[in-house]
């Protein structure tokens, strides 16, 4: 009877919950594995095939070869892509963060019927599908589109226009994940007790200082899930960049598409996303542990009082 | 659109269900004198003989689009009631591909019919899987002994498919200008290079993993400077240290990048070039034969927007073959059919239902389809082989893109 209960209780669960584990496994995980052999020349086996069609692929004589990744590093034209990929990422995550902070902080203590619309608004960008939103913006950047119309009337010519460029790419990257971005942050917020805020008003500290001092320790971790979402998010974005950004340098999400589908080098294209997912798996970390660290100061303090 | 083809589908099967009794009650009673009258095929048919018994073919294809501006299809509704009506006791089903998942399922199946020496799902394709099926020696190797119209045909194109495909219908990359910017549009891809570097800003093409027109003028500039004897093997092979000859073109290319729209921006796909185009914005670009022509036809560009073709050398372009597969039954049936969509009354059918170029060279074609296409109906260089386009497509965004 208690065997009965035990198995009901403890292993029947267990394989339950293997079920999507073995999914993941065989599913994602075994062509993650071919994918990352591949990178290092190994054409055989399960790779046959993908290694028959290919051109221009590194294969390892015997053992492993690094020689994929040299030829990714050696590219003045990938290296540029990295580049770009990593201050575009950088770039539009620090952006969002500013912007949802400003935002959040408006809903939170601004003008109340106003906080209302603008808790409206922040939402929009999350109903408009990706692809139609970056086609709408980047048509009203382009150098002859409405913007460019609006101030040409206004006689101001020759100014750049961010359509087609990396920095368009910024905006849209920042436009897409805003409502994200906003919705945490003000949660966070509206988790501040009034008290505190009113006490440190009280004993005259300034706003800067009650947002320094305050607002921002007590949403470490709101805010530490928006950077890190949002730059992973970008780290492999592929539409936003395909539709608003430049021929060269194209974000590495694009320049892998373009390998694998229009130069028949599915191998550069692994190499690629090795490369983002390294990238990403640094930020993951920087994730966990910073979490950890705040759970730990988090029980201490709840200790000491 | 979808829920218009379901029921445009329904409609033939009903209306066929309900003919095919009365057709074949029809033919029993005809006496046997009056058989000839009622099918005259032309004098070039292929040994199919008035009074052979009713054979039904299928044939199967990726257009799926109708007909710009109405509901019938090419096939469906235009092209295959032509051949039916002078073919009678040829019956022709349609299967229209959704997808291109639908196209490589069919592939499988066709190989898998062949390894069991069984009849093919269908009879003819022109669809996308073409070029495996020629790889795989699916198709059938047709003469003009079965096809006599095959001697219109431009002999490098058969060739090009070892004699399995017949080049019924076609396309190339144009040049599309605006007449009132551009009087007297050049006629050689020097003139066009000096053209484009004496308009800054005024040309631009797409870039070419967004579309063949943009590869296209890409493929033409390389090809200066590749020997003629060598040229060839761009269309039949691949040689990987031939592409040291291209080195010139992409330096011609990347200097010609500070004459392009915007100092160098390459939209995506041509549907966008020819809407700068369409704005003015630029003056010249190049563009698919079809997709030019049905712009102008919609007045999507201006009416005086024009199509060109250029020369030393022209600008590729590529036909779409009938194959018909192995092991089909019924294969005269089936080359009458293709011998049929070479004739002049099919040729100019292609041509204005979608502005399609002829599969027989052009002296042969029927003057309404030459004049129709102007000075864009002219003979085009072949399409390069796919791993050659690929490594093009690279080569163009490693030393042209982001020079």
């Known amino acids: 009877m208690r065997g009965r209960s035990r198995l009901a209780e403890g292993i029947l669960p267990f394989l339950a919950g293997c079920v999507p584990i073995l999914v993941v496994l065989v599913f994602t995980g075994l062509p993650i594995v071919l994918a990352v052999l591949y990178t290092f020349g190994d054409t055989g086996g399960l790779n046959a095939t993908v290694a028959a069609v290919a051109q221009h692929q590194v294969v390892a004589k015997d053992g492993l070869t690094l020689g994929a990744y040299r030829a990714f590093f050696d590219s003045s034209d990938l290296r540029a892509d990295l580049w770009a990929t990593l201050w575009i990422t950088g770039l539009s995550t620090v952006i969002l963060v500013a912007v949802a902070w400003v935002l959040a902080l408006f809903v939170r203590f601004g003008n109340r019927r106003l906080g209302h619309v603008a808790s409206t608004l922040y939402l929009i960008p999350m109903f408009i599908p990706v692809v139609i939103a970056s086609y709408a913006l980047v048509t009203f950047w382009e150098a002859n589109g409405r913007l460019a119309a609006l101030l040409n009337s206004a006689g101001i010519t020759h100014l750049g226009m961010p359509g087609y460029t990396s920095l368009g790419v910024v905006i849209g990257l920042v436009w897409t994940e805003l409502p994200f971005g906003v919705i945490l942050i003000s949660a966070g917020l ?3 007790p009034a008290v505190l805020i009113d006490a440190g008003r009280d004993v005259g500290a ?17 805010t530490l899930i928006v950077l890190i979402f949002t730059a992973v998010g970008a780290l492999g974005s592929f539409t936003i960049p395909d539709l608003m950004g430049a021929n060269s340098p194209q974000m590495l999400g694009v320049a892998m598409t373009d390998y694998y589908q229009s130069y028949g080098e599915p191998q550069m294209a692994e190499v690629m996303s090795v490369i983002i997912f390294l990238v990403a798996l640094g930020l993951s970390c920087i994730y966990v542990v910073s979490l950890r660290s705040e759970k730990r100061r988090q029980a201490m303090r709840s200790e000491s009082n | 659109m979808r829920y218009r083809h379901a029921t445009n589908l329904l409609g033939n099967r009903l209306g066929r269900a309900l003919l095919a009794p009365l057709a074949v009650a029809g033919i029993g009673l005809v006496p046997a004198a009056a058989a000839p009258a009622l099918a005259t095929p032309p004098p070039s048919e292929p040994g199919y003989s008035p009074t052979a018994k009713p054979v039904t073919i299928t044939v199967e294809t990726d257009s799926n ?4 501006g109405t509901h019938l299809f090419p096939y469906q509704n235009v092209w295959i009631p032509a051949f039916e009506k002078a073919y009678p006791n040829i019956h022709v089903n349609v299967i229209m591909a959704s997808s291109s998942s639908f196209d490589s399922a069919l592939y499988d199946r066709i190989i898998a019919a062949q390894h069991s020496h069984a009849a093919p799902p269908v009879d003819i394709t022109d669809s996308q899987i073409v070029p495996e099926l020629l790889l795989a020696h699916a198709g059938v190797t047709v003469t003009s002994k079965e096809v006599p119209n095959m001697d219109e045909v431009d002999p490098n194109l058969l060739q090009a ?10 396309s190339a990359v144009v040049l599309a200008y605006n007449s009132t910017d551009v009087p007297s549009p050049p006629t050689t891809l020097a003139g066009l290079l000096t053209w484009i570097r004496s308009h800054p800003g005024k040309f631009t093409y797409n870039s070419p993993t967004t579309g063949g027109a943009g590869y296209g003028f890409i ?7 590749v020997p003629a004897g060598d040229l060839s093997v761009f269309s039949t ?6 592409e040291s000859y291209w080195a010139p073109g992409l330096k011609t290319l990347a200097s010609l990048k500070q004459d392009i729209y915007q100092n160098g921006l390459y939209p995506d796909g041509s549907a966008a070039t020819l809407q700068l185009l369409a704005n003015s914005d630029i003056w010249m670009t190049t563009t698919w034969s079809d997709e030019g022509a049905s712009a ?8 005086t927007v024009k199509l060109a073709q250029i020369s030393n050398p022209t600008l590729p372009g590529s036909p779409v073959d009938l194959v018909v597969l ?8 089936s080359f009458a059919f293709v011998n049929y969509m070479l004739s002049a009354t099919e040729q100019s059918l292609v041509a204005k239902d979608i502005q399609g170029f002829p599969g027989v060279e052009w002296k042969y074609a029927p003057k309404s389809v030459i004049d129709e296409f102007g000075n864009a109906a002219k003979n085009y260089t072949p399409y390069w082989d796919s791993q050659y386009t690929n490594d093009v497509n690279l080569k163009w965004q490693t030393d042209v893109a982001s020079s």
């Open chain 2, 219 to 225: 493929q033409a500039v390389l090809q200066t400077n």
């Open chain 2, 326 to 333: 192995k092991g089909s039954p019924d294969q005269q049936a």
């Open chain 1, 190 to 192: 509206q988790s501040v």
């Open chain 2, 65 to 68: 689009q109708p007909i710009e």
């Open chain 2, 237 to 242: 092979g691949y040689k990987p240290s031939l």
């Open chain 2, 296 to 303: 102008i036809a919609d007045h999507d560009v201006p009416s």
């Open chain 1, 206 to 222: 300034s706003w800067v200082r009650l947002l320094w001092q305050v607002l921002v320790p007590l949403n470490k971790i709101p």
């Open chain 2, 161 to 170: 498919t070892d004699y399995m495909g017949v080049p019924f219908r076609g």
